[in-house]
């Protein structure tokens, strides 16, 4: 294989050149790169996500409403993942339980990047004055406030997660729960139901 090599190399050089020479790594530089990728910190590239509904098995109408944006940003020697994660579960019938998860989903999604857009599309190092928990707070109260408006007489359930580099926010109103799933296959849940059986439970009744 060696000497394929060399005589590739001479011939695209038009004349031998033996200072042309490879060679294995070692045991020892193969452990010293080992060791050098666990020691240095890595940075979050990016984030993967996937969506996906189903109106089920019960129903024929679907009042579910989801949305998800993921983008990174780049440059500046970082990358900063940024993402944004909405899941509403409207109710109040055919007439109105869409229309509630549709408006909180748009709502949310159009608060939150209100208040990055700066960041996102302007100066990357420019972040929101008002912290991730109260910009977060703020669009589910202006999804509520849009919903009693819009649809009046129904409701929805809102879960959202908001991600900035390597944290996360979320928000949570009803009974449509977040999980985290750690790489171990460990599951556990982060919200706990808005729901008269969940206060139920809590004194054990």
Do not use: C, W
């Amino acid at each position: 294989m060696l000497d394929l090599f060399r005589k590739i190399i001479a011939g695209l050089a038009g004349k031998p050149d033996d200072r042309a020479r490879t060679a294995p790594l070692s045991e020892q530089q193969i452990e010293a790169i080992a060791q050098q990728q666990k020691d240095s910190a890595h940075e979050m590239q990016q984030l993967i996500a996937a969506t996906g509904q189903s109106v089920g098995k019960q129903r024929e109408h679907n009042e579910d409403s989801v949305l998800a944006i993921t983008t990174t940003l780049a440059g500046m020697s970082v990358n900063v993942p940024f993402g944004l994660y909405v899941v509403a579960d409207g109710m109040g019938g055919h007439q109105y339980g869409e229309v509630a998860s549709n408006a909180a989903v748009r709502i949310i999604a159009g608060h939150v990047l209100r208040e990055f857009h700066s960041y996102l599309f302007s100066m990357p190092t420019q972040q929101p004055e008002a912290s991730l928990q109260e910009i977060m707070e703020e669009a589910i109260r202006d999804a509520h406030r849009v919903v009693q408006k819009d649809a009046p007489g129904s409701g929805t359930t809102v879960t959202a997660a908001l991600v900035l580099g390597r944290q996360v926010t979320l928000g949570h109103v009803g009974d449509s729960r977040a999980y985290s799933v750690h790489p171990s296959g460990r599951v556990e849940q982060l919200t706990q139901d808005h729901s008269l059986v969940r206060r139920l439970e809590e004194l054990d009744i």
